[in-house]
């Protein structure tokens, strides 16, 4: 009889034990059979294909203006453009960093009733690199040499902002079976040359294929004094591109437009000749993956 009782009292335990995990991990309005079932749900409707929807985000504008006729304007304070490459082409050992200066020019259009209608054309400027670590983004250090990026001096003031400057172009969008569009389109970097007969200044453009998906629509009510709400709309787009397309993977020799005549830079007939922009570094694979997020609201009376 003891050894039953112990057994029961066990059990009893153990029981209870689950029942306050349970209760502690499921949602407030589920029961713990529920919050089983939830966890291995698959919905038998799910084909696995991807199937549009119809949202329209177009008409972007710097302004909202009052709901119902609210424009698009991108929301820049929720959005980013990160990189991601090997270290060393160690495939386990990942460097990572962002570009803080982004936006589209002109503004963008994409409509799923009409995927010939869209429009996107995307810049990047590459000396708002950024990684966080003054190891990599002070001047002559490593990062900013990643992709040929160019001061005048170390002010770090950019060269020529305007050349300093990729841009992704749009030229036809379909459908990924599986999930979201395949964007096709051009990137395009100003100024900066490999080995390969371009001539100075000459911009460098080559195709990219570019995985994007909507992830959709969210009202949000007004907050505080506003007595509309807003409707947000947010983006993600993937891809990989070669360094060595754009960048000189010769280049030894920084260049600066305009030194400060305080700051001695050795050899510097030979950096004030040097055209490829950037001492070419390999403490990063030559491949680069980008992930960019970006956020669009409006004003809008639910």
């Given at each position: 009889?003891?050894?039953?009782k112990?057994?029961l ?42 199937v549009?929807?119809t ?21 820049k ?18 460097l ?9 020019n ?55 902002p ?10 036809s ?47 949000f ?82």
């Open positions: 009889m003891k050894t039953r112990k057994v009292a066990l059990t009893l335990i153990v029981t209870a034990g689950m029942s306050l995990l349970f209760t502690q991990c499921k949602k407030d309005t589920e029961t713990i059979t529920e919050y089983i079932t939830n966890t291995v749900y698959v919905d038998p409707n799910d084909t696995g294909i991807f549009p929807g949202a329209v985000i177009d008409l972007i504008n710097d302004a909202d203006t009052v709901a119902p006729n609210g424009k698009w304007a991108f929301d304070s929720h959005s980013n453009v990160g990189w991601e490459s090997e270290y060393y082409n160690m495939a386990v050992t990942m990572t960093g962002r570009f803080n200066s982004f936006g589209f002109p503004m963008m259009v994409f409509n799923e009733n009409n995927l010939a209608s869209c429009s996107i054309h995307f810049w990047v400027q590459l000396s708002t690199f950024n990684t966080g670590e003054t190891g990599r983004d002070a001047l002559g250090k490593c990062g900013l040499n990643y992709l040929g990026i160019q001061y005048t001096d170390s002010t770090k003031v950019a060269a020529d305007i050349s300093d400057t990729a841009w992704f172009h749009l030229t969008i379909s459908i990924d079976q599986h999930d979201g569009y395949i964007l096709t389109g051009n990137m395009t970097m100003n100024r900066y040359r490999p080995l390969n007969g371009h001539l100075d200044n000459e911009p460098i453009t080559k195709p990219v294929s570019v995985h994007f998906s909507f992830n959709g629509q969210q009202y009510p007004p907050t505080g004094t506003a007595t509309v709400g807003k409707l947000r709309a947010g983006f993600t787009a993937r891809f990989s591109f070669k360094r060595s397309d754009f960048v000189d993977n010769a280049s030894t020799v920084p260049y600066w437009n305009h030194p400060k005549a305080t700051e001695a830079v050795t050899n510097a007939t030979t950096a004030a000749n040097n055209k490829t922009y950037g001492v070419w570094s390999i403490s990063t694979a030559d491949e680069m993956d980008i992930t960019i997020n970006t956020v669009f609201a409006k004003n809008y009376l639910q």
